[in-house]
């Protein structure tokens, strides 16, 4: 596996089919609401199987998740999704992240990121809404470095595991550049790949 190989795999946005270098506030929401998701305490395929509900229903914006409630977020959202347990916790997390967004920042994620003085305070503000932890953060920022001046997390350890498996110098790497996200998303679809072997 080298540098061209991990360049060929898509990133989790683009999984989704969103566009993060268009930088506009619907993108951006659509994929912190996938983040959630993805972090969340279900399977990859239940996550990606629940944004796909929210986008059936139309739901991808904090106005509108905030209009429909927490019991239409829990039924039919999130059991069409295929939560089983979790899912009237997942639905008060996203609603009230959406009420934070419009009580603080107007709705919008563009001005969340303006509102920060530097990486450390954005990723401060992203782990002040509720269901965003460390690694969620991570997760949202990671595929935000090359469009936003303020996103600049750290690789997660996975990835450095992962890249000396596979004799990969990421030391010399710009951060900021898109393909350094991309091969951070291999890495780790590369690791959950090999972890499912193993458990077989």
């Known amino acids: 596996m080298n540098i061209q190989d991990l360049l060929s795999f898509p990133l989790f946005s683009e999984e989704l089919g969103i566009d993060l270098p268009g930088c506009s506030d619907e993108e951006l929401f659509k994929w912190l609401l996938a983040t959630v998701l993805l972090s969340g305490p279900v399977s ?10 929210f986008q059936k229903y139309q739901l991808l914006d904090p106005l509108s998740i905030s209009q429909a409630g927490w019991s239409h977020l829990v039924h039919p959202i999130m059991q069409e999704g295929g939560y ?29 990121h303006e509102s920060a003085e530097n990486a450390q305070d954005l990723e401060f503000r992203l782990t002040s809404l509720r269901g ?3 690694d969620a953060a991570n997760i ?22 992962m890249a000396k498996k596979y004799k990969l110098d990421l030391t ?18 590369l690791k959950r790949t090999r ?6």
């Not at 990859?44 to 509900?53: C, G, S, V, W």
């Not at 972890?195 to 077989?200: D, E, Q």
Request: charged share 30%.
């Open 132 to 134: 965003i932890d460390p």
């Open 140 to 161: 949202f920022l990671r595929e935000l470095r090359p469009v936003w001046s303020k996103a600049d997390p750290e690789p997660l350890p996975v990835v450095m595991e």
């Open 84 to 112: 089983l347990r979790h899912d009237g916790v997942t639905a008060s997390n996203v609603l009230e992240i959406c009420n934070t967004l419009q009580e603080y920042y107007q709705g919008s994620l563009s001005q969340l």
């Open 195 to 200: 972890s499912k072997r193993t458990t077989r």
């Open 172 to 189: 010399g790497m710009d951060r900021k550049h898109p393909d350094f996200t991309r091969i951070e998303a291999a890495l780790i679809r």
């Open 44 to 53: 990859q395929d239940i996550a990606r199987k629940t944004y796909r509900t």
